[in-house]
C-alpha cells in the first residue's frame, strides 16, 4: 500500500487561512515600512514568495505601481488573485505561480523595488537572497527582505526538531544587516517582530488547523494536519519564542 502523502501547499493554505501577512509582524509595522517606500508613479514592483498577496495589494492602494507577484503555492496565487480583484480591482498587478529562483533567472529587471520576505530559502539563504534582488532593482532602487535571526544560541535538540543548522540564520540582528550590507545594500529602516507578533503568527496556525479540522471532519489530510500542527506548536513553545525572531528591512541598492 502506497502512504498517503499530504500537498504540503495545502498544509501552508489551512493553516495560514486567518493571517493577514504570512509572516510574524503587525500590519502596523508593515505599512509604516510600506510608507517609509515613497514609490514614484508607475513604478516596478517585484514581490518574490509573495503568499496571498497581501503586500503588493497593500502597495497598489498606496501607490500607483505595476506589480508581479511571484509564488510557488496554487493556494497563494489563487488567494492573491481574489484579493487584488476585491481590493484593488483596476490596479497592474498580476501574480505567477512558479518557483521564485527560476522566474528571477529569466531576467525581469530592473523594478524600483524588490521584496522577499521569509522565504530566503528560495535563493539559498539571506546573502544570495540579497545579492539577487539587488540584481533585479536599478542602482538606487529599494530591496526589502524578511528574515529570522537567533536571539540566542539555539541548542541542538531545537536545532534537530526543526531541521536546521545554526548557519541557516544570522546569528543577531546586527549581523543580519551586515550579511545584506556586503551585498551592497543600505540600511534604510528595519521593523522588528515583537514577542506578540510572534505569538499571532503561531497561534493563528493552532485555531486555523482546528477550526479546519471541524468544519471538514472527513478530510483525510485533517489527522495530518493536526499532527504537524501539535508538533510546530510545541517546538515553538519549548525553544522557538526565546530563541528566534524575525525581522523585515528596507535597504536602498
Ligand atoms: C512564510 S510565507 C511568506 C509569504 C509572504 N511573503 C508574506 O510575508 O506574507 C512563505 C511563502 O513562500 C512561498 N514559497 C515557498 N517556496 C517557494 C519558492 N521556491 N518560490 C516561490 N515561493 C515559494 C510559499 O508558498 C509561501 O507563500
Not at 518557483?99 to 528571477?104: L, P, S, V
Amino acid at each position: 500500500m502506497t502512504e498517503r502523502k499530504m500537498d504540503i501547499w495545502k498544509y501552508f493554505d489551512v493553516t495560514h487561512r486567518h493571517h493577514v501577512v504570512c509572516n510574524p509582524l503587525s500590519v502596523d509595522k508593515l505599512d509604516a515600512l510600506l510608507a517609509l517606500c515613497a514609490l514614484p508613479a508607475g513604478a516596478r514592483v517585484v514581490d518574490i514568495a509573495c503568499g496571498k498577496g497581501e503586500v503588493l495589494v497593500r502597495l497598489a492602494e498606496r501607490y500607483e505601481i505595476a506589480g508581479t507577484g511571484v509564488d510557488i503555492s496554487p493556494y497563494a496565487v489563487a488567494d492573491a488573485e481574489r484579493l487584488r480583484d476585491a481590493r484593488v480591482p483596476g490596479a497592474d498587478l498580476r501574480f505567477v505561480c512558479q518557483a521564485g529562483a527560476d522566474w528571477a533567472a529569466a531576467s525581469h529587471a530592473p523594478f524600483d523595488l524588490a521584496l522577499c520576505m521569509g522565504a530566503e530559502w528560495v535563493f539559498g539563504g539571506l546573502a544570495p537572497t540579497c545579492r539577487r534582488l539587488a540584481e533585479l532593482v536599478r542602482p538606487g532602487g529599494l530591496v526589502v527582505v524578511g528574515t529570522p535571526y537567533w536571539l540566542r544560541t539555539p541548542p541542538e535538540a531545537y536545532l534537530e526538531a526543526e531541521g536546521l543548522v545554526a548557519e541557516d540564520f544570522a546569528p543577531s540582528l546586527r549581523a543580519s544587516v551586515a550579511t545584506c550590507e556586503a551585498e551592497g545594500l543600505q540600511l534604510l529602516y528595519a521593523a522588528v517582530s515583537a514577542p506578540d507578533d510572534w505569538d499571532r503568527y503561531e497561534g493563528l496556525q493552532w485555531y486555523a488547523a482546528e477550526a479546519h479540522a471541524r468544519a471538514h471532519p472527513d478530510d483525510p489530510d485533517g489527522p495530518e494536519i493536526l499532527r504537524r500542527v501539535a508538533r510546530a506548536r510545541e517546538i515553538y513553545l519549548r525553544w522557538g519564542r526565546d530563541h528566534c525572531n524575525w525581522a523585515l528591512y528596507l535597504f536602498r541598492r
